[in-house]
Nanobody, 118 residues
Framework: QVQLVESGGGLVPPGGSLRLSCAAS????????MGWYRQAPGKQRELVAT???????NYADSVKGRFTGSRDISKNTVYLQMNELKPEDTAVYYC????????????WGQGTQVTVSS
């Protein structure tokens, strides 16, 4: 069973920064991609950023230029650096790991709350 453990959420004023971490219980190359999704109250879960096995990153239009995904292979950990945070970034952020086999279900972390408010 794969475990994804997130950390780094919290309360930050508009314009501030946070860095989220997601530590996987096994080698991150065992996944086709890892990434971050978020869900705000009353809204559907949406993609924020992904990073593939080859290191290619992809971002939602709403966070391009402000958020940066990265990874530390030696620690089996992916990160999401969030800068210039806006109130509309407030949500629960979930780490995601997609298996190589398309018929397998994705793995999810427990979620970490990010609140952007003055």
């Amino acid at each position: 069973q794969v475990q994804l453990v997130e950390s780094g959420g919290g309360l930050v004023p508009p314009g501030g920064s946070l860095r989220l971490s997601c530590a996987a219980s096994r080698n991150i190359f065992s996944f086709a991609a890892m990434g971050w999704y978020r869900q705000a109250p009353g809204k559907q879960r949406e993609l924020v950023a992904t990073i593939t096995t080859s290191g290619i990153t992809n971002y939602a239009d709403s966070v391009k230029g402000r958020f940066t995904g990265s990874r530390d292979i030696s620690k089996n950990t992916v990160y999401l650096q969030m800068n210039e945070l806006k109130p509309e970034d407030t949500a629960v952020y979930y780490c995601n790991a997609r298996p190589h086999l398309a018929t397998m279900l994705d793995y999810w972390g427990q979620g970490t709350q990010v609140t952007v408010s003055s």
